[in-house]
């Protein structure tokens, strides 16, 4: 079992940044790909970016060149730096696992708040 806890989330105006962080334990030797997803109020949950052990990276289009994963396996935790962020980026964020044999793990969210 895996168990994830992000924090960092928050309210910030438009054009600020913010850093999510989602430390894992338990079975953390287990996790290959980590990542983030959000899911704003009607909408679907959305990949924004992942992270595999070795430190291959993959984002959404729209947080290309704004947002920036990062993964400190000693720490067993990923990051998330938020930086030009836009209302159309308030959302709640999710952190999730996935382990060698594609177990899912999934974090509780912190809430992501850009006003205008």
């Known amino acids: 079992q895996v168990q994830l806890v992000e924090s960092g989330g928050g309210l910030v105006q438009a054009g600020g940044s913010l850093r999510l962080s989602c430390a894992a334990s338990?079975?953390?030797?287990?996790?290959?790909?980590m990542g983030w997803y959000r899911q704003a109020p009607g909408k679907q949950r959305e990949l924004v970016a992942g992270?595999?052990?070795?430190?291959?990276?993959n984002y959404v289009d729209s947080v290309k060149g704004r947002f920036t994963i990062s993964r400190d396996n000693a720490k067993n935790t990923v990051y998330l730096q938020m930086n030009s962020l836009k209302p159309e980026d308030t959302a709640v964020y999710y952190c999730?696992?996935?382990?060698?044999?594609?177990?899912?793990?999934w974090g509780q969210g912190t809430q992501v708040t850009v006003s205008s």
């Open positions: 999730r696992a996935n382990s060698y044999k594609s177990i899912e793990y």
């Open positions: 338990g079975s953390t030797f287990s996790i290959n790909v």
């Open positions: 992270i595999t052990r070795g430190g291959i990276t």
